[in-house]
């Protein structure tokens, strides 16, 4: 476990030179890759012209690539038609730019319906992750947020049985926050089925739901715990640091984020 990358929100890259900023803090910080998110709420525009020209004449690469909010499984026959077209276009951007890690979102086709929903998303996966093999594309899928059927331990548990090829991205703060469960225990059972890792903290105090979001490495979560737990079972993916909450996902407070979090975790790694 040797690679740290972040993300960098596609949506306040208006240009190839809006990322290059980005990419060029990481070469600075000795950070080896950016995962690039596209939200599909704010629109998405995988133009090669706009992403591939700032990764040239640089050692840090696309560390991954992320989908978010489109519903994979969606029971509207168009949508789920329109979902695959735009799922196609990404995992072809994904191969031009050299990215080898892809994650999505797993949809939701029945609120009520946990096992239609697993076999309906069994063939979406399938699918995807047929082209992506085809790519070099590993595929992960993130867990509970909204729109996503994956919202509790117990379908997290018989979707891993019904696709065993399935691969999660694992973020512990999302697993609190979405799931409600506890993300030691998560890891613990499934710790080797964890493709992709993004980090980023919380601190919750008090009986009134008064929580933060602070730097890694600053809250109350264990990431010797949680990165041993990774070494454990031979994790050998990008540990992603995440700026978020009201504070640190605000553009200009970012890098700070960033390089006190790097600080933090790099003690857990060999780079």
Known sequence: MKKLGFIVEMKDCKDAADLRRWVDLAQQQGIDGVELLFNSKCGV????????PAFENTPVEPAACGLWWLNTISPDPDERAAV??????FLDMA??????????????????????????????????????DKKGIK????LGHGGNFVHSRGILDKLLKEVPEFNIKLDPVGIMR????DPYEIMKRYANRIAHFHAKDIFRYGDDGWEIEPIVGMGQLKWNVMLGMLWNVGYDGYIIIEP????WAEPENRWKHIVLAKRHLEQYMIR
């Open 84 to 89: 695959r077209r735009t799922m196609l276009e």
């Open 178 to 181: 979405n799931m409600k469960d």
């Open 95 to 132: 191969e031009a730019i050299g990215c080898r890690m892809a994650f999505f979102n797993t949809g939701e086709y029945d609120p009520e319906d946990p096992d239609k929903n697993i076999a309906e998303f069994k063939k979406e996966y399938l699918y995807y992750k047929d082209i992506a």
């Open 45 to 52: 525009d995988f133009s090669l012209d706009k992403i591939k």
């Open 139 to 142: 595929l992960a899928c993130y």
């Open 244 to 247: 978020h909450g009201d504070v």
